[in-house]
């Protein structure tokens, strides 16, 4: 079994700036690939960053320069460090990570999200 437990969402005035933990627990699973998604309402589910096992990392236009995704490989943890925010990054924020149990397929598993408010 393999839960994602994140935590660091809040209320934030516009300016501030948070910063998202997900930590995966599960025996002899390995990941590959650590994401953070959000969704605002009405809207669909929308990728803001990820990063892959070496360290290579992908950025939502609208995010980067402010958004800092980082993993701690030892830990499955990841982070997103959230700069500079502004009202429309308002949203549910959720972890996804691409891994494996054991031997297994490899597959998605989702946190149960968090949630950031952007004052103005």
């Known amino acids: 079994q393999v839960q994602l437990v994140e935590s660091g969402g809040g209320l934030v005035q516009a300016g501030g700036s948070l910063r998202l933990s997900c930590a995966a627990f599960g025996s002899m699973f390995s990941i590959n690939v650590m994401s953070w998604y959000r969704q605002a309402p009405g809207k669909q589910r929308e990728l803001v960053a990820s990063?892959?096992?070496?360290?290579?990392?992908i950025y939502a236009d609208s995010v980067k320069s402010r958004f800092t995704i980082s993993r701690d490989n030892a830990k499955n943890t990841v982070y997103l460090q959230m700069n500079s925010l502004k009202p429309e990054d308002t949203a549910v924020y959720y972890c996804k990570s691409f891994g494996r149990m054991g031997g297994g397929n490899y597959q998605d598993y989702w946190g149960q999200g968090t949630q950031v408010t952007v004052s103005s």
């Open positions: 990063i892959s096992r070496d360290g290579s990392t």
